[in-house]
């Protein structure tokens, strides 16, 4: 059966530290992988969505970036973090037709 | 640019009580709609998953209907029990592998 693990599961990071967040999928192959931001009380933003090694896809300009170094995993990074990237965090995956499955989240809160 | 909204954005009813929860959507080009639920602080789990040539899913006390042409879905929940207390998110695939989510109906099951 396929599987999706993400992390860390909690981060604590100062303004102006780097982010790397990680996320790996099991049991598939050639997904659909995305990362989402879910900031209190609103709804699931789409930040990026590959559809394959090295195909980035980004809905939202942002100082955030991701990669996908390999088949089953996808990556989400920053250089800098700003207080505003502060939120909770998902990765997921999916193939053509079928339900996205998503990870149990990452809570990255910026101070 | 696919917008998706829910309606109402908190519901509270008492046990055993029959609820109805709604979604909608801007463009009727869609691939599926998926409802979803939330626990604090956790992933989604995938509920129920109506494909665009469908009216309708059924999962136990749950019911999904689908409306393409209008727009619209909704989300049946029968004889409701505390347990179902969570955030119910709809999400609809557009052509492309992207995912649009609504901004989540939160319900209180009082016992």
């Known amino acids: 059966s396929q599987t999706i693990h993400q992390w860390p599961a909690t981060l604590v990071q100062p303004v102006g530290s780097p982010l790397s967040l990680e996320c790996t999928v099991e049991g598939t192959s050639n997904p659909n992988l995305y990362w989402y931001r879910q900031a209190a009380g609103r709804g699931l933003q789409l930040l990026f969505y590959?559809?394959?090694?090295?195909?980035i896809s980004s809905e939202v300009p942002q100082n955030l970036s991701a990669s996908r170094p390999q088949d089953r995993q996808f990556i989400l990074s920053s250089k800098k973090l700003l207080l505003s990237d502060s939120g909770f965090y998902l990765c997921?995956?999916?193939?053509?037709?079928?339900?996205?499955?998503f990870g149990e989240g990452s809570w990255l809160t910026v101070v | 640019k696919q917008e998706v909204t829910q309606i109402p954005a908190a519901l509270s009813v008492p046990e055993g009580e029959n609820l109805v929860l709604n979604c909608s959507f801007t463009d009727s080009a869609i691939y599926n709609l998926q409802w979803f639920r939330q626990d604090p602080g956790k992933g989604l789990t995938s509920l129920l998953l109506?494909?665009?040539?469908?009216r309708e899913q059924t999962s136990g006390r749950l019911n999904a209907s689908l409306d393409k042409s209008s727009g619209r879905s909704t989300l049946y929940i029968a004889a409701s029990q505390p347990g179902d207390s969570a955030t119910y998110l709809c999400a609809v695939e557009n052509t492309g592998n992207q995912f649009y989510f609504g901004t989540g109906t939160s319900l209180t099951v009082i016992p």
């Open positions: 997921a995956w999916s193939s053509m037709g079928n339900t996205i499955y």
């Open positions: 109506i494909q665009s040539s469908q």
């Open positions: 590959s559809v394959g090694i090295g195909q």
